[in-house]
């Protein structure tokens, strides 16, 4: 009887210790690997699980165990549709965009990528990737969506930076 009490503690420990995973798990086994969000197909990477806001839909990769929580673990933000109106010239506001992020990089000191062009029409979308100059290992991505209709934003590790551009690009198929 001892040894069974004692195993069982040993599982609620190890489950304690292993839960913020338990969260994707269970939303991707319930939900599949993509959800609708405002009109909007947006994929759901493995490991991530989705939390909606009012206008906002936050994907979140929380860490793999709960000693690690004490670093933020990291966000992607997809804010749509923005209100206001709509730019009559769709180039010009991406150019905008380009140039408003290209100088906020410089005066935070901030290394900036080239814009990354996905999608066409209605569903183009164009991403600017920012880092700190001293470590690369934090990014930060913005993205303006869906003709300047949508806003998304990337703020994690860098390795991720590669996911995120993939959901872009999910969400940019028609």
Known sequence: MKRFALAIVAVVLLLAIFSPPIMPFYWHLRYGEA??????RVPVPRHWYPKREFRRLDLVKPPLTVFSLVNPPPVWSFIGPLGGVQPVDVDEAYRSFETHYQE???????VVSEPVRLGSGEYQSVCIKRSPERSREQSAVSCDLFAGTWMGEFVGPTDEVDNFLQVIRGMAEK
């Open 35 to 40: 959800m609708e969000f405002q009109g909007r």
């Open 104 to 110: 906020y990089g410089v005066r935070t000191g901030q």
